[in-house]
Nanobody, 121 residues
Framework: QVQLVESGGGLVQAGGSLRLSCVAS????????MAWYRQAPGKQRELVAA???????NYADSVKGRFTISRDNAKNTVYLQMNSLKPEDTGVYYC???????????????WGQGTQVTVSS
């Protein structure tokens, strides 16, 4: 069974930093894109950052220059380094990954359970 597990969320003051991690495990043949989404209370889930396999990272305008997405393919892990956090960054952050599952190579999108990020002013 393929599973994504996020960690690293918490409560920080404005201007602080957090580093989120997401580890994919299970019967994985390969991982294509990996991404972070967030959802604030009462709002739609939005893409924060994405990093395709072998491609360039892309970011929401609201986080450019502050957040950095990276991946360690050997560890099946994607990270989101969040600096200069603002109250508007508050929300549940979800890891999403397109994974080719072994052994039959079915391609599906998988979501983590989410991790809460709260930024106080």
């Amino acid at each position: 069974q393929v599973q994504l597990v996020e960690s690293g969320g918490g409560l920080v003051q404005a201007g602080g930093s957090l580093r989120l991690s997401c580890v994919a495990s299970g019967s994985i043949f390969s991982i294509n894109d990996m991404a972070w989404y967030r959802q604030a209370p009462g709002k739609q889930r939005e893409l924060v950052a994405a990093i395709p396999r072998g491609g360039s990272a892309n970011y929401a305008d609201s986080v450019k220059g502050r957040f950095t997405i990276s991946r360690d393919n050997a560890k099946n892990t994607v990270y989101l380094q969040m600096n200069s956090l603002k109250p508007e960054d508050t929300g549940v952050y979800y890891c999403k990954s397109q994974i080719v599952a072994a052994p039959m190579k079915f391609v599906s999108d998988y979501w983590g359970q989410g991790t809460q990020v709260t930024v106080s002013s």
